[in-house]
């Protein structure tokens, strides 16, 4: 069983910052089968990061994924204050199917 | 639009069973795999089942084997789960998603389930 961990849990920072989340896996993941959700206050996670790299549709262009075997990178390049919310990796595996990692809170500082 | 829209949840004693369904609109349920996931109070996300597109491959969590059956009926673009023998530790909001490139990308609004005596 793959296990994801992310770090930091929580990270601060002030709008127009960058914010760099990490997520790693405890062995390695098919890059393919990576994804990144982001998750507000009582709204269902939204898919961000799919493929480790590729944006879902209607997201902008400050997120981007990158990585490749254990190590992978959700990066905001400027946060917008909508951005303040919790921030999920998930690999797609055999058993269990899918595992979300713990995740990272990004909060206003 | 496309959209999942969540419905049977409750408060229901331990050991109880509940069923959940999940409504598909805007799109072809039957060309998409489908999961369950849930976050318990407060917690993380916890993946909980998933289906193929034609109902061949089913998956579990180890967390609700034996005792949750996921089914589907894409004449009806409907996405079930019954839940029996239910315990505390299912408390929890479920959410029906649709899964696309390993990934889930339609998530429904959720439907709250409480185990409490």
């Known amino acids: 069983e793959i296990v994801l961990t992310q770090s930091p849990g929580t990270l601060s920072l002030s709008p127009g910052e960058r914010a760099t989340l990490s997520c790693r896996a405890s062995?390695?993941?098919?890059?393919?089968?990576l994804a990144w959700y982001q998750q507000k206050p009582g709204q269902a996670p939204r898919l961000l990061i799919y493929g480790a790299s590729s944006r879902a549709t209607g997201i902008p262009d400050r997120f981007s994924g990158s990585g490749s075997g254990t190590d992978f990178t959700l990066t905001i390049s400027r946060l917008e204050p909508e951005d303040f919310a919790v921030y999920y990796c998930?690999?797609?595996?055999?058993?269990?199917?899918?595992?979300f990692g713990p995740g990272t809170k990004v909060d206003i500082k | 639009e496309v959209q999942l829209v969540e419905s049977g949840g409750g408060l229901v004693k331990p050991g109880g069973s509940l069923r959940l369904s999940c409504a598909a609109s805007?799109?072809?349920?039957?060309?998409?795999?489908m999961n369950w996931v849930r976050q318990a109070p407060g917690k993380g996300l916890e993946w909980v089942s998933s289906i193929s597109s034609s109902s061949s491959y089913i998956h579990y969590a180890d967390s609700v084997k034996g005792r949750f059956t996921i089914s589907r009926d894409n004449a009806k673009n409907s996405l079930y789960v019954q839940m029996n023998s239910l315990r505390d530790e299912d408390t929890a909001v479920y959410y029906c998603?649709?899964?696309?490139?390993?990934?889930?990308?339609?998530w429904g609004q959720g439907t709250t389930v409480t185990v409490s005596s």
């Open positions: 805007g799109f072809t349920l039957s060309s998409y795999n």
């Open positions: 062995q390695s993941v098919t890059s393919s089968y």
């Open positions: 998603a649709r899964t696309r490139n390993y990934g889930m990308d339609v």
């Open positions: 998930q690999q797609y595996g055999t058993s269990p199917l899918f595992t």
